[in-house]
Nanobody, 125 residues
């Protein structure tokens, strides 16, 4: 079975940092792109970042560009999301998801085949 396990969420003050991890099992990790999404209370799920398979090209949504950095460790089958300069507006449940090969700038939920359970990020003011 394909499994994605997101971790690393927590409570942090404004301006702080967190690093999320997404551990993947059950498929050929190197052949897949990993996306990060988030959903704040009362809002739709938002695609914020993605890293593609082999060449590791990346995508960032405007809301996180310049503050978040996505990376992958193929040996550990894990993708990371380093989140810096966090703001209360970043408070949300963060999810990782997987699709074949490349990222698409549209970052739609339907483009991803498997999802992990979310991890809560809360940024206090």
């Amino acid at each position: 079975d394909v499994q994605l396990q997101a971790s690393g969420g927590g409570l942090v003050q404004r301006g702080g940092s967190l690093r999320l991890s997404c551990a993947v099992s059950g498929l050929i990790f190197e052949d897949h792109a990993i996306g990060w999404f988030r959903q704040a209370p009362g809002k739709e799920r938002e695609g914020i970042s993605c890293i593609s398979s082999s060449v590791g090209s990346t995508y960032y949504g405007d809301s996180v560009k310049g503050r978040f950095v996505i990376s992958r460790d193929n040996a550990k089958k894990t993708v990371y999301l380093q989140m810096n300069s966090l703001e209360p507006e970043d408070t949300a449940v963060y999810y990782c998801a997987i699709r074949r090969f490349i990222c698409l700038p549209t970052m739609q939920n339907s483009e991803y085949n498997y999802w992990g359970k979310g991890t809560q990020v809360t940024v206090s003011s």
